[in-house]
């Protein structure tokens, strides 16, 4: 049995960043990712990270922002570590490697983002994300004694002790279909975020809410689970995302008759008002008949200096003229509001402690509570980076409190059982995979998306169940081990579900209007009930609900305005 | 809405068989890119298709693979295009000998467009473990280690961040561009014939910490690389690299660029290639026309006539050239004054003035092709010559 003091399930930067920090403190790490780990979503990160670390800027303004961006639903404790900690940790990345933009005088340089008060996005050309992933595996690579790789194993559920202990993880080794108990003192979730439960969405499509789920199964609390992130700018239809570096750089956006409608939702801030707002400007402009026939709006970044937007938004122009046919810097380019990000998931504390003693989570997958209602460009790299760190610390910091538990062999056999039933279902029993999901992911980008209501969110938890219920008649066309990706799809088609049936009680608990959570039947923000967190806990019966305060340390919940 | 056919080279490990070509019909926009076809083919039809993906807009670096002979990614080439270019190839030129006469099986062409099928095979220069899925770990990733792929910096780092050139940081992030798809490897002409060659993404990535001033190993990674004779003088300029990689890496660039920074640092290059760069632009820039005696010799004895005293490796290497030049002159392909260094026509006088122009615009521009900073340069104006080129490639 491969056993390690820390395990880290998840290899794009949060797992990445936790895994060095462990090794760090002197214990054995593993680190286990389903794809290889430069595969990760997080190379996707276009746009940068932000960091109060200009003169003149302040570690105070950027967490006010933030929690002004989250709807004043992020705890601002951890706001407030996570942003003092930003700078260092830049300068950290700067020194590993990170190739960041420089000004004229070879410092460090930034770029604007949306809702935030100062330039304080530091970024790589439009390769931010890969940048630092890269530079950290560059990392693991040279540490590569201390930090044990399983590139291309599958992680499916998690081992709990007598005590109720984490003790380790089953997994699947890709490559020749074996699978193996891990045990681990510590185990950190790091699989990223849910967005394959919406289609389309800007996501990739290993973004299945892996670890959400396993940690919900396993007993762990989830929190926020109702707020997911509409971006403003995504392609209709394929749903690639537009940097909103792009509206940083200046671009605009205007509806069918050539306007620039931001002005009427936020004037100050116009296209860098904070997302949920502008992306619900966005999709009120479509409803009301002001888009485009396809259901779009238009980003003009024809307004950029093109030796700037070749410089800056090189990435763009390729998925411009790659998937869109478009050359951006002549002429605007259609866009709507799609599924971005996952605000919620496996709840926190600051140092990625969840509820289970043990399993630790970080970046996306995890809740701490940083970006609440809504996340801000740029914060969502900065979030993996410094919990990461954090998480990966103290679970190294327990690995040397404690011995190995001895984990059940009972996971390792139910996981078997359960591989066994998905491969013996004849062809045609049931329903395809992919029908299940593409059902699904309209489901919910038709109910559960920039506008909700509880006819529609009802009749989206309504047909998640059912397909939970198809989902274990559903037939696969792969029995073989070696790279059985059907039966992995198989595997996540059920974590997507569970993450879809929690954010569908979420949001239909949540009575009021915050952040990404729009309710056209409870349109206002409505602090005296609601300024809470939804907290889930799994049943037989599904999600249980319960409540969380959140914590405020300076900044009193106002009128948010743009 | 268009009807395709995609023929795909197969291979199920467990099964006990060898590889065979299969033919799918899907339907999709034509804007839609191959890996879409692919996935529609495996949602619908067979879910035991293999192929590595995940992000779709060419970004993770998994879906490399052959469409139509040519290295690339699935998730970047739009399927209307990939027909395209089949339907101007002929019979099945562009897949691999090996596979071309294994078994077809399927729903068969005639059911689907009317033109040729879209062949997708795994990537070369790489074992298949099954379907598109190549095994990169022992032909890509042991490369890249290879480099010692982390900085190494002088000494404790400053209390800020390194302060360093913008135009540096431009520089090597056209390396960082690279998401490690193997695509350039799989084209490799070099690698198909030295499979020890440590290859264009190795190399790229090389350039990554060679360029970056805040790396302190520069002169002993150049060395590394220039005495491994699988390192930067393995390559044969072939192009090919370029010509894959879908995110404007430029993989020969980046080794012509170390070439260089070899060159710098003194170190001796085998094949004389950075002295032949030199030779070459030298000769061109007196004769107009290539004179290739005079080229072999500026090669290696540079300026020797009269004036200097050639090198005995100069001698020796004008000496080992020398069945080079005369198995032309014995097949009368050259006539003998072409053959002795210097007795070759140049250009008439009127010609050279064009030569001269040339070389002072080559000058003026001498900046590195580097996609980063090719912005920089200006708005409307297509890029001349080899950016132009680049730009349609990347
Ligand atoms: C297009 C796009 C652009 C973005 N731009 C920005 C930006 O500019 N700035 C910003 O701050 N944020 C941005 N974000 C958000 C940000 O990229 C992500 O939130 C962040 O990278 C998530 O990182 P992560 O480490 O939590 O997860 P990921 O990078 O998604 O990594 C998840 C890891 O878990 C592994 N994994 C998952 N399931 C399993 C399993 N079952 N078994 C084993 N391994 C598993 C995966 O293999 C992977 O290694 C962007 C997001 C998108 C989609
Ligand atoms: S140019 Fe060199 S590295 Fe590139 S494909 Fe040709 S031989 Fe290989
Ligand atoms: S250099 Fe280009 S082709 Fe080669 S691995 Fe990197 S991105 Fe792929
Ligand atoms: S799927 Fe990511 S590069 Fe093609």
């Known amino acids: 049995m491969p056993s390690h003091d820390v395990l880290v399930i998840g290899a794009g930067l949060a797992g990445q960043r936790a895994a060095l920090a462990a090794a760090e403190e002197g214990v054995s790490v593993g680190i286990i990712s389903k794809v290889h780990p430069v595969r990760s979503h997080s190379n996707a990160a276009q746009g940068g990270i932000n960091a109060a670390l200009n003169p003149g800027d302040s570690w105070e303004s950027h967490a006010f922002d933030t929690i002004k961006g989250s709807d004043y639903l992020s705890d601002q404790d951890a706001v407030e570590i996570m942003t003092r900690e930003a700078p260092e940790e830049i300068l950290h990345l700067e020194h590993l490697g990170v190739t960041f933009h420089r000004n004229e005088e070879g410092k460090l340089g930034t770029r604007a983002f949306g809702g935030a008060s100062a330039a304080r996005t530091y970024y790589v050309a439009d390769i931010t994300g890969q940048a630092i992933m890269h530079v950290l595996y560059e990392q693991l690579m040279k540490y590569s004694e201390q930090i044990a790789r399983y590139e291309e194993w599958f992680c499916s559920s998690l081992a709990i002790d007598e005590n109720g202990e984490c003790c380790g993880v089953v997994t699947r080794n890709v490559a020749d279909g074996q699978v193996e108990l891990f045990q681990a003192k510590s185990v950190i979730l790091c699989t990223g975020g849910n967005g394959m439960v919406w289609k389309p969405s800007t996501n990739a499509l290993i973004c299945t809410g892996d670890g959400i789920a396993m940690a919900y199964r396993a007993g762990a609390k989830l929190m926020d689970m109702e707020m997911i992130q509409y971006h403003p700018t995504t392609l209709a239809g394929k749903g690639f995302l537009i940097t909103e570096g792009a509206r940083g750089e200046g671009a605009h956006l205007l509806n069918a008759k050539g306007e620039r409608f931001m002005e009427r939702y936020a004037p100050n801030k116009m296209e860098l008002a904070s997302r949920d707002v502008v992306s619900r400007a966005e999709q009120t402009e479509i409803n009301e008949g002001r888009g485009f026939p396809d259901g779009t709006v238009a980003l003009d970044i024809t307004v950029v200096p093109k030796k700037r937007v070749h410089e800056a938004l090189r990435e763009i122009v390729l998925v411009g003229r790659d998937f869109a046919g478009v050359d951006i810097t002549r002429e605007p380019i259609h866009i709507k509001p799609g599924n971005h990000y996952t605000m919620g998931g496996v709840k926190t504390d600051v140092d990625g402690r969840t509820d289970i003693p043990g399993l630790y989570s970080a970046g996306e997958t995890a ?17 993996t980076l410094i919990f990461g760190k954090r998480s990966g610390r103290d679970a190294a910091a327990r690995a040397k409190r404690i011995d190995y538990a001895r984990a059940s062999k009972q996971v390792l056999e139910d996981e078997e059982n359960l591989v066994a039933d998905i491969i013996s279902r004849e062809k045609g029993s049931g329903r395809r995979i992919s029908e299940i999901k593409l059902e699904l992911g309209q489901t919910m980008d038709a109910k559960v998306a920039v506008f909700r209501d509880e006819a529609g969110i009802t009749e989206a938890l309504e047909t998640v169940r059912r397909l939970k219920e198809e989902a ?3 037939y696969i066309d792969d029995h073989g081990s070696v790279f059985n990706q059907d039966l992995l799809g198989a595997i996540e088609l059920g974590y997507m579900l569970d993450n879809a049936e929690c954010t569908c009680v979420a949001a239909l608990e949540r009575k009021e209007s915050r952040g990404a959570q729009y309710r056209t039947d409870f349109p206002e923000r409505n602090d005296t009930d609601w300024l809470k967190h939804i907290d889930l806990e799994r049943t037989d019966d599904g999600p249980e609900i319960s409540y969380s305060e959140v914590t405020i340390t300076q900044w009193e919940p106002q009128e948010r305005t743009y | 809405m268009a009807d395709y056919t995609i023929k795909v080279r197969r291979f199920q490990p467990e099964s006990g068989e060898g590889p065979y070509w299969e033919e799918f019909n899907v339907d999709l926009d034509p804007s839609l890119s191959v890996l879409d076809g692919l996935l529609q083919a495996k949602d619908r039809d067979d879910g035991s298709l293999a192929v590595r993906c995940s992000c779709r807009a060419a970004i993770c670096g998994s879906c ?22 089949a339907d101007k190839m002929v019979g099945a030129a562009g897949v691999s000998a090996a596979v071309a006469d294994s078994p077809i099986r399927g729903e068969g062409s005639d059911l689907g467009s009317a033109g040729n099928p879209i062949v997708i095979e795994p990537m070369g220069n790489m074992p298949v473990i099954k379907d598109l899925i190549t095994d990169m ?31 540096s940081m431009i520089d090597i992030t056209q390396s960082m561009a690279c998401i490690q798809c193997g695509a350039c490897v799989s084209s490799c002409l070099s690698m198909e014939a030295d499979p020890g060659f440590i290859g264009p993404a190795a190399l790229a990535k090389a350039y990554r910490f060679v360029g970056d001033p805040r790396d302190a190993e520069t002169h002993e990674r150049l060395h590394d690389l220039a005495d491994d004779p699988h390192g930067i003088y393995d390559c044969t300029h072939c192009f090919s690299c370029i010509d894959a990689c879908p995110k404007g890496v430029a993989p020969m660039d980046q080794i012509m660029r170390l070439r260089r920074k070899a060159g710098e640092e003194g170190i001796e290059d085998p094949n004389a290639g950075h002295d032949h760069e030199i030779a070459f632009v030298k000769v061109i820039e007196k004769k107009g026309l290539l004179d290739e005696a005079l080229l072999v010799q500026e090669s290696y004895a540079p300026g020797i006539k009269g ?23 014995r097949k009368r392909k050259v006539k003998l004054r072409q053959a002795i260094p210097g007795l070759h026509h140049g250009l008439p006088k009127e010609a050279m003035g064009d030569v001269k122009s040339i070389y002072a615009h080559a000058e003026e521009h001498s900046e590195e092709l580097n996609l980063y900073i090719r912005g920089e340069e200006g708005d409307d104006a297509q890029p001349d010559g080899a950016a132009a080129e680049e730009v349609t490639n990347d």
């Open chain 2, 307 to 329: 004036k200097l005293k050639p090198s005995k490796r100069g001698l020796t290497e004008t000496i080992k050239s020398l069945p080079t030049i005369l198995r032309p002159l």
């Open chain 2, 64 to 85: 490399g693979m052959k469409v139509n002979g040519q290295s690339t990614l699935g998730c970047k080439t739009q399927i209307g295009e990939a027909q395209e270019q």
């Open chain 1, 367 to 383: 809740c701490v509570s940083v970006h609440g209602g809504n996340r801000l460009g740029a914060n969502s790299l900065l979030d």
């Open chain 1, 472 to 474: 274990k008649t559903a």
């Open chain 2, 137 to 167: 770990e022992s032909t890509h990733w042991t490369k890249i280690r290879r480099v010692t792929p982390w900085l190494l910096p002088h000494g404790e780092p400053p209390e800020r961040e390194y302060v360093v050139e913008p135009e």
